[in-house]
């Protein structure tokens, strides 16, 4: 059933589950009873999350990448961060990152981005909204679920902005509407 979902073949979803297998074995250990339990959101994820926001709202490729881990994963879901194919897209690296980024920050119309804080599964996540030239309305664009590993972001996973309404965010507002700040 897996296979047919992701489009792939048995063994190759068998062979990617053994590696996810040994992989939780190596970061979580051996015995479930071992793993640690998540203990909800923290005082130093809140600030990394709020200085993710301000550095993303003020465009500061600098500030960015002092908050990505050098090997950083980027994922989105199809259709995802203004990715218009079928398919899943990511990329990895902080300089990579940056890179794919620049056109949104910086390009000859750069977009107004404005995020807000959210949680999802105790884990820190941000929602995305973007005003186009020549409009006065911030429109949802995708929920991005941030995971930190120390003082830095190491995976950021955007999904569709169809979850907004699961985490009480509106799909739009005005431009001067500062309660979602």
Do not use: K
Not at 47 to 58: D, F, G, K, M, T
Not at 123 to 147: C, D, I, K, M, N
């Amino acid at each position: 059933q897996c296979a047919r979902a992701l489009g792939a073949t048995v063994p190759a979803v068998n062979s990617a589950l053994q590696r996810a297998r040994a992989r939780l074995r190596t970061e979580l250990g051996d015995a479930r009873e071992q793993w640690r339990a998540s203990q909800g959101v923290t005082a130093a994820e809140r600030a990394l999350v709020r200085r993710y926001i301000e550095a993303i709202e003020r465009a500061d490729d600098a500030a960015i990448a002092a908050l990505l881990h050098e090997d950083v994963i980027v994922g989105h879901q199809p259709g995802a961060g203004g990715n218009d194919t079928p398919e899943p897209a990511w990329y990895q690296g902080r300089a990579t990152v940056i890179e794919a980024w620049a056109p949104a920050l910086h390009g000859p119309q750069p977009l107004a981005i404005r995020m807000v804080e959210a949680w999802a599964n105790r884990q820190p996540a941000v929602a995305s909204y973007l005003r186009l030239p020549g409009t006065t309305e911030h429109r949802a664009f995708a929920l991005s679920l941030l995971r930190t590993r120390g003082d830095r972001i190491a995976e950021i996973t955007n999904l569709l902005p169809d979850q907004f309404r699961a985490f009480g965010l509106p799909f739009s507002f005005s431009a001067g509407d500062d309660r979602w700040r």
